[in-house]
């Protein structure tokens, strides 16, 4: 089983969707996991609501640091966090095979409550579309360095 960290800051949507997305698609291939730099304590309420629509559990999240894995055997952890913005993007150290996938957090769009949901729905859908191209990927015979590389191209790609 390939263990992946899915880190962002606050660890209340855009990684928690990334766990539950990975969980769900790579289903005795990969398990998941989030966690944050600087985690709020708490899921965002229309992450859930995201994974409900979607069909996924919304069950057994927590925001949570990512510290809690520093000794877990983690083979890959993905920053989701979107730099452009501003934010400070946790890095993950150790020999852990890391990628960027960079997205917005839909928490931040301050719209309607229409705006926010299509915000939600639309970062589900860019992580579903990363996660299903990872998954084709040949990850247990990829070197670090290969899977790195094309770890950052999904996120620039999709």
């Known amino acids: 089983m390939i263990n992946v960290l899915i880190l962002c800051t ?34 965002n309420d229309n992450a859930l609501a995201t994974l409900q629509r979607n ?13 809690e894995f520093a000794d877990a055997g983690i083979d890959i952890a993905i920053t989701v966090c979107d730099q ?14 890391r990628a960027h ?21 639309a970062t589900y859908n860019a992580l579903e579309r990363r996660i299903k191209a990872m998954l084709e990927l040949p990850l247990e015979s990829l070197s670090g360095a290969e899977l790195g590389e094309k770890l950052n191209h999904i996120g620039l790609a999709y």
């Open 101 to 121: 996938w960079g997205l917005p957090d839909p928490a931040h769009t301050g719209g309607t409550e229409a705006e926010t949901k299509a915000a939600f729905q």
């Open 10 to 43: 606050g660890n209340s949507c855009r990684s928690v969707l990334g766990e539950a997305l990975i969980n769900h698609l790579g289903q005795g291939r990969v398990q998941a996991f989030s966690a944050g730099s600087r985690p709020v304590g708490k899921v």
């Open 55 to 67: 069909g996924l559990p919304t069950e057994g999240y927590s925001s949570q640091s990512w510290d």
């Open 84 to 97: 452009a913005a501003g934010e400070v993007c946790p890095v993950y150290l150790n020999s852990t095979t």
